[in-house]
């Protein structure tokens, strides 16, 4: 008989899973403590679990894991974990320390389907989606890796893949995130980036998760925007920002748009005009970061002097902006770097 894979069940299929072994509601509290606060790799090591119960559980259920292939260390303190899946297919994971942070970037597909033209993952092309398990494992697997002392703080779902075109498992694995009898994580704390998929952000809202969105802009017309990011054929900025101002807010949040300045093509002073009209009546934050170089890319970065002319015009109009600092570009691990794995495990 095949045994079930625990990761891949939401908790409230855990439940009924044990349940349905004759294990008490307690019980599958303690277990559930024990894979995600805990991390055990196997259930012998439930130390409060009875032999009888331990042997039940072991019978009908595994915990599955992702194999660590490769640790990539940059000289600004970033690692980028490369994963081995179960079918020969790599993902990345990216752990990115601050002074009060510690954040991990999470990928959600094996590959990208959207093909934006300033992401290597986009032009590696896509292979599948990742199951809920393996998205969960990335956090398991690092938090393994980590001192307790470095316990993980933010969750960024901003890895390769577009998640919102993987929303069931995404789903499932975000309620496991944010629920006590999960990782516990503050809904606050976790973000999720897309391209701009109107159907997944109407489905993000309908779900209750509250979490944070970060949308992935980077044009401040359709015409530029279809150049940089097939995905805006289908879903145009008037309609991605009419979907964006009925996004649920949490007390003093604001929405996130992504924008990544590429020399000649969009940091000019009247892009910056054209993204602050587009932007009206938006509670929004803009980060703002310079396109980071990766093998055959065919765009260029911003030079430094326009980036800050291009922050310094946003300011002047009252928006919030912030220009993010790329964390580990010297192993391809920032935005747009991920998916250049076959290279670095030979």
């Known amino acids: 008989m095949e045994k079930t894979d625990l990761l891949n069940l939401s908790l409230p299929e855990i439940d009924i899973f044990l349940a349905e072994l004759g294990l008490e509601g307690y019980r599958a509290s303690q277990i559930k403590k024990w894979v995600f606060k805990e991390g055990i790799t196997c259930f012998s090591q439930m130390s409060n679990a009875s032999k009888s119960n331990r042997s039940l559980i072991s019978e009908k259920a595994f915990l599955s894991r992702l194999a660590i292939k490769k640790i990539l260390s940059s000289s600004d303190n970033t690692r980028k974990y490369i994963f081995a899946l179960a079918d020969k297919n790599f993902i990345e994971s990216v752990l990115i320390p601050n002074k009060k942070r510690i954040t991990l970037c999470i990928s959600t597909q094996v590959g990208c389907a959207r093909g934006c033209r300033f992401c290597l ?34 969750l960024v779902i901003m890895g390769m893949g577009e998640p919102l075109d993987n929303f069931e498992n995404v789903k499932k694995a975000v309620e496991i995130m944010i629920d006590r009898g999960g990782f516990d994580f503050s809904s606050r704390r976790i973000t999720l980036s897309t391209c701009g998929v109107i159907p997944g952000i109407k489905k993000l809202m309908e779900s209750g998760l509250n979490i944070s969105i970060a949308v992935s802009l980077n044009a401040p017309n359709d015409a530029k925007r279809r150049k940089l990011m097939p995905v805006n054929r289908f879903f145009p900025l008037k309609e991605l920002m009419e979907a964006i101002r009925t996004y649920p807010l949490q007390k003093k949040s ?31 934050k803009i980060n703002l970061l310079n396109f980071n170089i990766f093998p055959d890319s065919e765009f260029l970065p911003s030079p430094p002097e326009r980036v800050l002319e291009f922050q310094s015009f946003l300011k002047s109009k009252k928006i919030t902006v912030n220009l993010r600092k790329s964390r580990g570009t010297d192993i391809l691990a920032a935005c747009g770097q991920l998916g250049n794995t076959a290279s670095m495990v030979i």
């Open 121 to 154: 993952t986009g032009k590696k092309g896509f292979k599948r989606n990742l199951t809920s398990a393996e998205i969960l494992n990335q956090i398991l697997e690092v938090k393994r890796d980590l001192e307790k002392s470095n316990e993980l703080t933010n």
């Open 254 to 284: 604001m929405i996130t748009f992504e924008y990544i300045l590429i020399k000649d093509f969009n940091d000019s002073i009247e892009d910056a005009k054209e993204l602050v009209r587009i932007l009206k009546g938006i509670k929004a």
